[in-house]
C-alpha cells in the first residue's frame, strides 16, 4: 500500500516556474519508478516524465529542455522542476507510482495554471 501526495501547484505567468513535489509512503520508495502526468479537460491522461529506481529519465517531447525530474530516497519524494511554463502547460498533475512488486498509485493531482 502506498500512499502519494502533491504539492507545489498554483498559478504562474507564462514563461514562469513551479516546482512541484510528491511525497510518497508505505512502501520501498527507491525501488520503485516514479512519473508525473497531467490531464485537462476533454484529453487523456498523459506522462509528461518519468524516473526509474536506477534514475533513468524519460519525458514528452513537449516538455524536453523544460522540465526535469528527480529523486530523493532519503525524503520519499519525487520532483518535479518546471521552467518556461506555457499556457498549455495549464493541467492537473499526478503523481504516479509503479513499485516494484508491480502495483500502481496515483496522487490526488494539484492543479497548475499557467496564464499569458
Known amino acids: 500500500q502506498v500512499q502519494l501526495v502533491e504539492s507545489g501547484g498554483g498559478l504562474v505567468q507564462a514563461g514562469g516556474s513551479l516546482r512541484l513535489s510528491c511525497a510518497a509512503s508505505g512502501s520501498i520508495f527507491s525501488r520503485n519508478a516514479m512519473a508525473w502526468y497531467r490531464q485537462t479537460p476533454g484529453k487523456q491522461r498523459e506522462l509528461v516524465a518519468g524516473i526509474t529506481s536506477a534514475g533513468s529519465t524519460k519525458y514528452a517531447d513537449s516538455v524536453k529542455g523544460r522540465f526535469t525530474i528527480s529523486r530523493d530516497n532519503a525524503k520519499n519524494t519525487v520532483y518535479l522542476q518546471m521552467n518556461s511554463l506555457k499556457p498549455e502547460d495549464t493541467a492537473v498533475y499526478y503523481c504516479?507510482?509503479?513499485?516494484?512488486?508491480?502495483?500502481?498509485?496515483w496522487g490526488q493531482g494539484t492543479q497548475v495554471t499557467i496564464s499569458s
Open positions: 504516479h507510482t509503479l513499485t516494484y512488486r508491480m502495483n500502481v498509485y
